[in-house]
């Protein structure tokens, strides 16, 4: 076991003492792949580290000695191509196995990762290349990727070399074959390309749904932080089989799929999907005998449309959720088939789980449980002041100048000025609005920008897409607000049906009606849009903020004079 030399404590008798007495050990020269995955494989060299599969009937299975010996490897390679602590690597490889490969080698090497999500364009590579003067990209050998890599590199000087895996490409360097004659001896760095725990490990570009995407920078201590995450909210066990859903391309990647998991000792499962069908991630669940699992609640949402009694789930001990606060009417269906509530987690790309449902207390449908042990957290109105118990106020973790928390993000990448300004004060605030109740537990509203204020009445979109999505009618919904002359705003719901079901005014009348019986009746959408898909984030999100964009114009156009 590892855990016993990062946490004075490992078992703790409630929420209470966990919250109070939970510590976390940072080595100074801390590095995930030289303390952890070489350590494993240290260890015990048949320990299992990774079991990958993919649609096209490929399997790997890796031990640690495995991966430490092919990180290795890649570590001599990167390092032979001039990479060298503080270079910045692009990563945009789906889950391909090589990802944690490639990962672990720049880890050891002190380089800076940037993963990234296959749908960037040539606009969004320039600019990540440019603004975080990336040195070499890997990519996985993906037709759409690899045209929009090439088209960007003439405009992105910095990068020197570019790499695929998966499969050769002419004018790429083929991963697998490059480092076939390398050593898989990689000693710890020493003197200056030494690494320290507050070192820059870890850069992730923000969705980027208001302004430009921001850099959001992780030191090597950050990994440390997700212990909380794996062992105490997803629940992994040792040599046991986690999976979360997730591309590596995300935030949620790093918390579900490499970090704390393999500090907890257990084996990450990666289906590499071509693309998510309900049914196949089920067979293979059902298939892999799988003991957690973690998946946005979309996912569980397109799942439910399936046969779900029809795949033995049993082996699944655990089910979690995060990326959008779970609407209770998911989880109570999910119980239904399986016997077990979805426990959700809290946070955002700047941090590890911030709150979430833990093993010790009863979980509330619909809250988002209570705060990490990792992070002091308050609810705070917009002059700075804590808000009382039922009112409603933006998520701020305290202390971060003098006292900041193992996991949360140490700045903005190559941006002092931002940093000062928005995580060197007296807290940082998520922007994320929440209200607690009389027992601790935390409720969701919505971001900051998404609450809609209409007659003097504020509104969470969550409650009101909770309400919508308890309709046999409704597979996705996105509540949002809509300019309105008298009111200000007024409550829009941008809806996907299910296939039975034809958008009709009768429906809109009768979502209505339901929203009505469902929740205080202000609150029902005076507005329902039905549309084939909902538009999302990079990291599945839904852009509420281009929706009201849209509205926004449509009503400007709309009242736009006309002129000669």
Not at 326 to 338: A, D, G, I, M, S
Not at 345 to 351: A, R, T, V
Not at 525 to 554: C, L, M, N, W
Request: hydrophobic residues 35%; charged residues 25%; aromatic residues 12%.
């Amino acid at each position: 076991m590892l855990l016993d030399r990062f946490l004075p404590r490992i078992e703790f008798d409630s929420y209470e003492d966990f919250k109070k007495n939970y510590r976390v050990i940072v080595p100074d020269d801390f590095n995930f792949g030289f303390d952890i995955v070489d350590e494993w494989a240290r260890q015990d060299e048949n320990k299992k580290a990774l079991v990958w599969c993919n649609d096209h009937n490929e399997e790997k299975v890796f031990t640690f000695k495995d991966i430490s010996l092919l990180s290795n490897k890649a570590a001599n390679y990167f390092r032979s191509l001039g990479i060298r602590k503080g270079d910045v690597v692009l990563m945009i490889m789906r889950r391909r196995w090589e990802y944690w490969v490639c990962a672990v080698a720049l880890h050891k090497l002190g380089a800076v990762v940037i993963p990234a999500t296959l749908q960037l364009t040539k606009k969004d590579i320039v600019y990540r290349a440019n603004a975080a003067k990336v040195k070499a990209v890997v990519c996985v050998n993906d037709d759409f990727v690899i045209n929009q890599t090439e088209l960007a590199l003439p405009d992105s000087p910095t990068i020197e070399n570019h790499i695929v895996v998966g499969e050769k490409r002419d004018g790429w360097k083929f991963f697998e074959e490059e480092i076939e004659g390398m050593s898989d001896v990689f000693e710890r760095p020493v003197g200056d390309q030494a690494t320290n725990k507050d070192d820059v490990m870890l850069v992730y570009f923000t969705s980027g749904t208001t302004g430009m995407p921001k850099m959001i920078q992780h030191s090597f201590s950050h990994p440390l932080g997700h212990i909380v995450t794996a062992k105490y909210w997803h629940q992994v066990q040792e040599n046991k089989l986690h999976m979360s859903v997730t591309d590596s391309g995300w935030a949620k990647f790093g918390w579900g799929k490499i970090y704390g998991q393999w500090i907890c000792g257990a084996v990450i499962f990666a289906y590499d999907m071509d693309k998510f069908v309900p049914a196949k991630l089920l067979e293979k669940m059902s298939q892999y005998k799988l003991t957690t699992f973690c998946a946005p609640p979309t996912m569980y949402r397109f799942m439910l449309l399936e046969d779900v009694a029809s795949y033995d789930l049993s082996s699944i001990q655990h089910w979690t959720t995060a990326g959008e606060p779970l609407n209770p009417e998911v989880n109570n269906k999910w119980y239904r088939f399986t016997g077990h509530n979805i426990y959700q987690g809290f946070g955002q790309s700047e941090g590890s789980v911030l709150m979430a449902d833990f093993q010790w207390d009863d979980i509330k449908i619909g809250s988002t449980g209570k705060p990490s042990p990792l992070y002091d957290i308050k609810l705070l109105d917009n002059d700075g002041k804590e808000v009382g118990i039922g009112e409603e106020g933006c998520i701020c973790v305290m202390d971060v100048k003098h006292n900041p928390p193992t996991g949360l993000f140490t700045g903005y990448y190559l941006n002092p000025e931002m940093t000062n300004e928005l995580l060197l004060g007296d807290y940082y605030n998520t922007c994320d609005m929440a209200w607690q109740d009389s027992e601790g537990y935390y409720w969701f509203v919505g971001r900051n920008d998404d609450v809609i204020k209409c007659s003097g009445y504020r509104i969470g979109p969550f409650e009101v897409e909770s309400a919508m999505l308890e309709h046999d009618a409704v597979v996705e919904c996105a509540i949002t607000g809509a300019p309105d002359p008298v009111r200000g705003q007024v409550v829009k719901a941008t809806v996907v049906l299910k296939k039975e079901y034809q958008p009709t005014e009768e429906l809109k009348k009768e979502l209505q009606d339901h929203v009505k019986r469902s929740t205080a009746p202000y609150k029902y959408p005076r507005i329902i849009e039905f549309v084939d898909e909902i538009p999302k984030t990079f990291s599945g999100k839904i852009k509420r903020a281009q929706i009201r964009h849209e509205d926004e114009e449509a009503v400007r156009v709309k009242d736009k004079p006309v002129t000669e």
